[in-house]
């Protein structure tokens, strides 16, 4: 990857919507793109804004101006992609709206979702991988259906309850072995036992996967 690269049915629906003439209580959870000084920190939120880049506060004060007129963050120069980690969760980086189950619509450009099926805090990957021994090496063994492009744009991650992750906008998927896929919608496994990892095969039904 050059740089950077290598780096429920309601409120899916209103998510893909202008964001301007949507009324949902946004989570404030902007997490800006270029700086992980805080990543993984538990300081309060005070203190976590002393320690950011002067760019990464400028971002953050900015989003956070954003979302008192609700209004979605302009979008960022970077392209919308997904490392399928080896063992571990799913990286994406881009301009990203996730969907929760419950309706609640997260704007970020960073976000690490669970794959094994076992987070906590789920759909956010809190390392149980590790203790669970998830040993899938992310390979992908879908083709990409549009071209690449680097030009930036939004997707739409909808979290569906005791199933899958879906989405919607142009995202590359890849891993550690150069593997590459480009796709505008599809669904992303959560439940750990799919035989199509990254994608979702419907093992969570066989499995009888919760969410909550």
């Known amino acids: 990857m050059e740089n950077t690269r290598k780096s429920t049915a309601s409120a899916a629906v209103s998510a893909g919507q202008d964001p301007e003439k949507t009324n949902v209580e946004f989570e404030d959870a902007f997490i800006a793109y270029m700086d992980n000084?805080?990543?993984?920190?538990?300081?309060?939120?005070?203190?976590?804004?002393?320690?950011?880049?002067?760019?990464?506060?400028?971002?953050?004060?900015?989003?956070?101006?954003?979302?008192?007129?609700?209004?979605?963050?302009?979008?960022?120069?970077?392209?919308?992609?997904?490392?399928?980690?080896?063992?571990?969760?799913?990286?994406i980086t881009g301009n990203i709206t996730l969907v929760h189950e419950d309706g609640r619509v997260q704007y970020?450009?960073?976000?690490?979702?669970?794959?094994?099926?076992?987070?906590?805090?789920?759909?956010?990957?809190?390392?149980?991988?590790?203790?669970?021994e998830f040993l899938n090496s992310g390979k992908i063994f879908e083709v990409s259906e549009i071209a690449a492009s680097s030009r930036p744009s939004k997707v739409t991650f909808s979290?569906?309850?005791?199933?899958?992750?879906?989405?919607?906008?142009?995202?590359t998927l890849h891993n550690q072995f150069g593997q590459e896929c480009v796709k505008m919608r599809g669904s992303l496994c959560r439940c750990g036992q799919s035989a199509s990892k990254p994608f979702c095969d419907g093992s969570h039904s066989r499995v009888g996967f919760k969410t909550g």
Request: hydrophobic share 30%; with cysteine; glycine share 8%.
């Open 108 to 132: 970020a450009n960073h976000l690490s979702l669970c794959r094994c099926g076992h987070s906590r805090s789920k759909p956010v990957c809190d390392d149980q991988h590790v203790d669970m």
């Open 159 to 171: 979290c569906i309850k005791d199933g899958p992750i879906t989405f919607r906008g142009r995202i």
């Open 37 to 91: 000084s805080t990543e993984g920190s538990e300081l309060q939120p005070a203190q976590q804004q002393k320690n950011l880049t002067t760019s990464a506060k400028a971002l953050d004060r900015w989003f956070k101006e954003r979302q008192k007129s609700q209004g979605a963050p302009r979008l960022l120069e970077v392209p919308n992609e997904v490392l399928v980690s080896n063992g571990g969760p799913l990286q």
